[in-house]
């Protein structure tokens, strides 16, 4: 499907370089430029760094598989894949909505097209510019199956990857939330037991903060293009709802927005989520036993100072200019705001 992308995506160019004077047509050209950017560069992510991914993905399975042999981390671990799969389902579901929407158009057109004229021609509102006639009906269909292609060709890898992205937060978090949950419960009765246990503790929250590390190295240039392209993508289907609110095509734009909506607060939503969670790590200090613990062993007060220290730090995602936290999100809805109105002025 990524080929159909890449035999559309010259024709949506030249459709913009005729179209130039035109804001409207233009602007809907550009936003289906930058969604098969992103598309593309998705999909040649997970082909580049498959490697790694598959690397990721399998100390991900040794920690969450150690940790599930307790009950209660087993459960935390269970919530959390419940609420990430509650998340991407609703994403999924709207972006599928989009691309479906996006096939129907041409359907809609066509028939209103049919009422108002009574000749039947297949219409493409997609924007591009055909070397072919569609106005022969077997140029038309072929036209049609490549948008269909190219359609969901856009969709899949951009599920897949930010999906994957939510569920390798979710289980980040959980990691987090199991070592705040033995850190709270930390206690113990011999100074043979201390130390090997709170080793446990600390150890399992290192190896989540090199986990955070990984995870943000991996996806810091999809988040970047992420913010940069949702910034453009706003600006650009906010202007085309206000040209096209009484429209056929009303309903696919709305749900565009959405879901353009939706995909930049996923990222930021778990970039806020796995830095509030990694950081709890230093309360879960303060509300444990560790006066006990100190009692037994003074020198075990130095290592939780120091732990607490560090946890106040957490981790964070980021996409090289910016960190992924809804303080973003909302910047970045503004400043789309700001591009729609300097739209509104050129038009």
């Keep these: 499907m990524e080929g159909f992308q890449s035999v559309m995506q010259p024709m949506i160019v030249a459709f913009s370089v005729q179209n130039v004077e035109n804001v409207d047509r233009l602007t809907n050209a550009v936003g289906s430029i930058l969604v098969n950017i992103l598309a593309l560069l998705k999909f040649g992510l997970i082909i580049w760094q498959h490697k790694d991914f598959k690397q990721l993905v399998a100390q991900f399975r040794i920690m969450l598989s150690r940790e599930c042999e307790s009950e209660v981390s087993a459960i935390i671990i269970s919530q959390e894949n419940k609420r990430e799969q509650r998340v991407s389902g609703f994403y999924k579901n709207s972006f599928m909505l989009t691309a479906a929407l996006s096939c129907l158009m041409p359907v809609v057109s066509t028939a209103v097209f049919y009422s108002q004229t009574g ?153 806020e989520y796995l830095k509030t969670e990694s950081r709890e790590f230093a309360r879960a200090i303060y509300d444990s036993p560790w006066y006990e613990a100190i009692a037994i062993n003074p020198q075990i007060g130095r290592s939780l100072q120091v732990s607490m220290i560090r946890a106040q730090r957490g981790s964070h995602i980021d996409g090289y200019f910016f960190e992924a936290n809804l303080e973003v999100f909302l910047s970045i809805v503004t400043t789309a705001g700001s591009y729609f109105t300097l739209l509104r002025s050129i038009s």
Excluded at 203 to 211: D, G, I, K, V
Aim: net charge negative; with cysteine; aromatic share 16%.
């Design 119 to 271: 000749e039947f021609q297949l219409q493409l509102t997609f924007p591009c510019s055909y070397p072919w006639d569609n106005k022969k009906l077997y140029n038309s269909l072929f036209s049609y199956i490549l948008l269909l292609s190219g359609s969901f060709g856009a969709v899949v890898p951009t599920i897949c990857i930010d999906t994957f992205f939510a569920a390798l937060s979710h289980n980040l978090v959980a990691l987090y939330k199991t070592a705040q949950h033995k850190m709270q419960l930390f206690g113990v009765e011999s100074l043979e037991e201390l130390q090997p246990r709170l080793n446990e503790i600390l150890q399992l929250y290192r190896n989540s903060l090199e986990l955070s590390d990984a995870l943000n190295r991996y996806f810091r240039l999809t988040i970047c293009m992420q913010f940069v392209v949702a910034s453009l993508l706003l600006c650009v289907l906010s202007y085309t709802l206000s040209e096209n609110y009484a429209e056929p095509q009303m309903p696919f734009y709305a749900v565009f927005t959405l879901t353009v909506l939706i995909q930049l607060y996923i990222y930021c939503y778990c970039g």
